[in-house]
T-cell receptor, first 108, second 117 residues
Framework: RKEVEQDPGPFNVPEGATVAFNCTYS??????FFWYRQDCRKEPKLLMS???SGNEDGRFTAQLNRASQYISLLIRDSKLSDSATYLC?????????FGAGTRLTVKP | GAVVSQHPSWVICKSGTSVKIECRSL??????MFWYRQFPKQSLMLMAT?????????EQGVEKDKFLINHASLTLSTLTVTSAHPEDSSFYIC?????????????FGPGTRLTVT
């Protein structure tokens, strides 16, 4: 089983749609969790951290369920500029482990 | 702040030659730097963890004699791909962790695209 698993997509959605990405991780000792965004041929950039209580940053909401070892990212009111690959990242003892990413394309 | 640069951004080389990639933290010190490789449509794969002044720790399956890592200062790590072959063609990304900071205070360089012909 992979350490961090994501649905690779692609997700093709119209502007204004709400889209959700899921991620599962295998090691229950994982300590912290993040969503990164990676544009084509660019480096990943931190989008947001994920907390058990859930956290929101504008149109983005992240949730963590430790019992199920599951992380989610919800994007509301999608914009064209949201098109990218979204990487789920899990920190285990200061080792950041990346999922393969979920590709999102937002269309006009 | 927290800018990491990589040089070169793109390199094409012939099979059998060696290529050196530099990773620099421009405005912070980084005791630890990481080297990743990413093939098209695949995830970032950690190759090695580099600590300033000591030998790098390589992930399983990564040949340390082929991918030479040097982290001689708190702002510079280099990755040398020795005797490169076409299968080494990939996107190489470094990241640098702010000295003394948590794991997530890790910033990525813009990546180096290596094409071996």
């Amino acid at each position: 089983r992979k350490e961090v698993e994501q649905d690779p997509g692609p997700f093709n959605v119209p502007e204004g749609a709400t889209v959700a990405f899921n991620c599962t991780y295998s090691n229950s000792a994982s300590q912290s969790f993040f969503w990164y965004r990676q544009d084509c041929r660019k480096e990943p950039k931190l989008l947001m951290s994920v907390y058990s209580s859930g956290n929101e940053d504008g149109r983005f909401t992240a949730q963590l369920n430790r019992a199920s070892q599951y992380i989610s990212l919800l994007i509301r009111d999608s914009k064209l500029s949201d098109s990218a690959t979204y990487l789920c990242v899990v920190n285990l003892f200061n080792d950041m482990r990346f999922g393969a990413g979920t590709r999102l394309t937002v269309k006009p | 702040g927290a800018v990491v640069s990589q040089h070169p951004s793109w390199v094409i080389c012939k099979s059998g030659t060696s290529v050196k990639i530099e990773c620099r933290s421009l405005d912070f010190q980084a005791t630890t730097m990481f080297w990743y490789r990413q093939f098209p449509k695949q995830s970032l794969m950690l190759m090695a963890t580099s600590n300033e002044g000591s030998k790098a720790t390589y992930e399983q399956g990564v040949e340390k004699d082929k991918f030479l890592i040097n982290h001689a200062s708190l702002t510079l790590s280099t990755l040398t791909v020795t005797s490169a072959h076409p299968e080494d063609s990939s996107f190489y990304i470094c990241s640098a962790r702010v000295s003394g900071a948590a794991a997530y205070e890790q910033y990525f360089g813009p990546g180096t695209r290596l094409t071996v012909t």
